[in-house]
C-alpha cells in the first residue's frame, strides 16, 4: 500500500517541501500527517478524505455534485442515515453503493445491508458533505405528504372537533408528527421564519430562507384547525380565541442544539394565519468580527462602543439584522465588571450575565418606564430594544449625556436620516448632536453560493445602470453571478451578508444637527468625512465576489 505522502505528491496535492515541513510540525502538534496539512492550510478537508481513499483503495465522491439516486435513497429509512451519518447514492449492478466519512464502522454497513436486503458497497465522502447530502434528500417533506394524504383518505368524522385536540394527544398522532416535521425541516433549511396560511381550499406553508419566501408544502384543508391548534398548545397560547391576534413562544430541541420560536398568530377570512420566527441561539453568541463588516468601518464602529458614554444607533427596515449586531456588540463590552440592562420587546435571545428585561404595557412597564426604573439600577451599557416614541428617546438621551453607553435601533432608510428622525420626535437638536456618538444603518443581502457561484465580465452599460464605480477607459472588472447547484437548493445564493453605512457624529454632523441641517446635507458632510454609502459598501462585496450586482440593487435604493 502506497503511503499518504506519496499519493498527495502524485496527485500534485503538495510540495517535497511542503511534505517535509508538515513532518517536522507534525510531532509538535501531536496530529497525524493528514491532519497536520489541513490545519497548515496546505490540503483541504476533501483533499484529504480523496487521498486516504485512494490509500485504502476506496472509491471518493462529492456529494455536492453527485448525482444522487433518490430510488436508492428511499431503500433506507432516514433515521437510520441520520443515526450513522450515511447516505444510499446509487444502486450499481445490483447492490446498495453507500456514502460514509467512516468505511471502518462495519456495524453501520451491516445494518443497512439489513435493511435494504441488498449487498453495501461503501464509498467514501467528508463528514460534512454527507450531513449536507442528508438534510437534502431525507426530507420531511415527503412524509409530511404522505400524512396530508392520510388526512384526506381518513377524513375525520363530522363529531370530530380538531380544534379542540389537547395536551393529551399522542406523540405519534399525525398532528403532531406534522407539526414537528414542518419545524425540523425549516431549522434544516436555514429558514428564519416559517408561514402558516389558510386559503379558501388547503393549507399553504412557506418558509423565509435568506431573506426570501419559498412555498414548501400545500396540505388539506381540513387539517387546518388540528395544526393551528397544536402550534397554540406547544406556544401557550389561547386556542379558544380566534377572533384577536395572540403572541406566544415554545422552544424545541433540534440536533442536541435548543433552539426558540416566537409565535405570533393573525386572524384572516379564511381562519388563523401563523407565523413562527425562529430563534438560533447561536445567532445571539456572535462576534462583531462574523458580521461582514469592513475594515474601515469596523474600526470606527469600535471607536464608538468602546467609549464608556454616548449613544449608538443601529438603524434600518425590518428583518435587516439590526438585533443581531447590537447582541454582537453586547457579547464585545461585557464584562464581569460592567453591568448591562436591555429592555426589549419581545425579548428574542438569552444571553448570560445579562440583565434582561421584557416590556409589558399591559401590565405599565412600558419601554420609558422600564428604562426610568434601570437607570436607577446602576447600570454601565443599557440596551434599549426600539426608541418609538418622544418619551423613550428623551430618556435615552439623558441617559447618554449622564455617563451611560446606550445601544439601541430606529426605523430609518440610512444613517444620516436618524439625526433629522430624533429631531421630529421631539428632542433638543443641541441633545441629540451631544448625545448621538455613532448611526449604523444596515441591510441583508444573500451571499453567492461559494461551490457554483461564476466569474463574469459585465458589459460598460450594465455597470452604468447599476452605477458601479467604473472609470470609462479603465479594465472592466470581473464579477461573480449566481448559476444555481445542489448545495444551495439551485438558487445561487447560500447565507445572506450585512452592508453596513457606519457615520460618526462629528463636531461639524453636530452644528448640522443645531442648524436643522436637512438628511442630505449630514449624509454629504459625512461621505466626505469618510463614510461609506450602503450602495457603496455593496460594491466592496461585489468585487470581493461575496454577493452579485443584482442583489445590491435589489435590497439598497
Not at 58 to 64: H, R, T
Not at 304 to 331: E, F, Q
Not at 499 to 515: C, G, S
Amino acid at each position: 500500500m502506497k503511503q499518504l505522502g506519496e499519493i498527495l505528491l502524485d496527485e500534485g496535492l503538495v510540495s517535497e517541501a511542503q511534505l517535509l515541513a508538515a513532518i517536522d510540525e507534525q510531532a509538535s502538534m501531536g496530529t497525524s500527517l493528514g491532519r497536520t496539512l489541513v490545519e497548515l492550510g496546505i490540503l483541504s478537508e476533501a483533499q484529504l478524505v480523496r487521498a486516504l481513499a485512494a490509500q485504502v483503495g476506496m472509491e471518493f465522491v462529492d456529494l455536492d455534485e453527485y448525482p444522487v439516486d433518490r430510488t436508492a435513497v428511499a431503500m433506507v429509512p432516514a433515521s437510520v442515515c441520520r443515526r450513522y451519518s450515511v447516505l444510499p447514492v446509487a444502486i450499481r449492478n445490483g447492490a446498495l453503493v453507500l456514502a460514509t466519512a467512516d468505511p471502518a464502522n462495519v456495524v453501520a454497513v451491516d445494518d443497512v445491508r439489513t435493511v435494504a436486503r441488498v449487498p453495501v458497497v461503501p464509498v467514501v465522502a467528508t463528514y460534512d458533505n454527507v450531513l449536507r447530502a442528508i438534510d437534502r434528500f431525507c426530507r420531511a417533506d415527503d412524509e409530511m405528504e404522505d400524512l396530508s394524504s392520510a388526512f384526506v383518505e381518513e377524513a375525520p368524522e363530522p363529531e370530530v372537533d380538531l380544534s379542540r385536540i389537547g395536551d393529551s394527544i399522542d406523540d405519534d398522532a399525525p398532528i403532531v408528527r406534522y407539526v414537528n416535521l414542518l419545524v425540523t425541516q425549516a431549522i434544516t433549511d436555514r429558514a428564519s421564519d416559517i408561514h402558516i396560511e389558510p386559503s379558501e381550499h388547503d393549507l399553504r406553508v412557506r418558509y423565509r430562507i435568506d431573506g426570501v419566501l419559498h412555498e414548501m408544502q400545500r396540505s388539506p384543508k381540513n387539517i387546518q384547525g388540528g395544526v393551528i391548534s397544536r402550534v397554540k398548545i406547544m406556544s401557550d397560547i389561547d386556542i379558544a380565541e380566534k377572533r384577536k391576534p395572540q403572541d406566544g413562544r415554545m422552544s424545541v430541541n433540534h440536533n442536541g442544539r435548543k433552539i426558540d420560536l416566537r409565535v405570533a398568530t393573525l386572524p384572516t377570512v379564511w381562519g388563523e394565519k401563523i407565523v413562527m420566527r425562529i430563534l438560533d441561539n447561536s445567532t445571539a453568541s456572535l462576534d462583531l468580527r462574523d458580521l461582514s463588516f469592513l475594515e474601515h468601518n469596523y474600526e470606527t464602529y469600535r471607536e464608538s462602543y468602546t467609549k464608556p458614554y454616548g449613544m449608538i444607533l443601529v438603524t434600518g427596515p425590518t428583518g435587516s439584522g439590526k438585533s443581531t449586531t447590537l447582541y454582537a456588540t453586547l457579547n464585545a463590552v461585557s464584562k464581569p465588571d460592567i453591568n448591562v440592562i436591555t429592555v426589549e420587546d419581545p425579548v428574542e435571545y438569552r444571553l448570560p450575565g445579562i440583565n434582561q428585561v421584557q416590556v409589558n404595557p399591559k401590565a405599565g412597564l412600558t419601554f420609558a418606564a422600564a428604562l426610568r426604573s434601570i437607570l436607577r439600577s446602576d447600570p454601565d451599557v443599557v440596551l434599549l430594544g426600539e426608541i418609538r416614541d418622544h418619551e423613550t428617546a428623551q430618556i435615552a438621551v439623558e441617559a447618554a449625556l449622564t455617563g451611560h453607553l446606550v445601544l439601541s435601533t430606529l426605523h430609518t432608510n440610512d444613517a444620516p436620516s436618524a439625526v433629522t428622525r430624533l429631531t421630529e420626535m421631539g428632542i433638543e437638536p443641541f441633545l441629540v448632536g451631544s448625545a448621538l456618538d455613532c448611526v449604523v444603518a444596515q441591510r441583508l443581502a444573500r451571499r453567492l453560493c461559494p461551490k457554483c457561484k461564476e466569474p463574469y465580465t459585465p458589459t460598460p452599460g450594465e455597470l452604468e445602470a447599476a452605477r458601479f464605480p467604473w472609470v470609462p477607459g479603465e479594465p472592466i472588472p470581473e464579477l461573480f453571478r449566481p448559476a444555481g447547484c445542489v448545495a444551495c437548493s439551485r438558487t445561487g445564493y447560500k447565507g445572506r451578508l450585512a452592508l453596513h453605512e457606519v457615520m460618526r457624529v462629528t463636531e461639524e454632523i453636530e452644528r448640522h444637527a443645531v442648524a436643522h441641517a436637512s438628511s442630505a446635507e449630514i449624509g454629504a458632510t459625512a461621505v466626505r468625512q469618510g463614510m461609506r454609502t450602503l450602495r457603496d459598501d455593496g460594491w466592496f462585496k461585489v468585487a470581493a465576489g461575496d454577493t452579485s450586482l443584482e442583489e445590491i440593487l435589489r435590497v439598497v435604493a
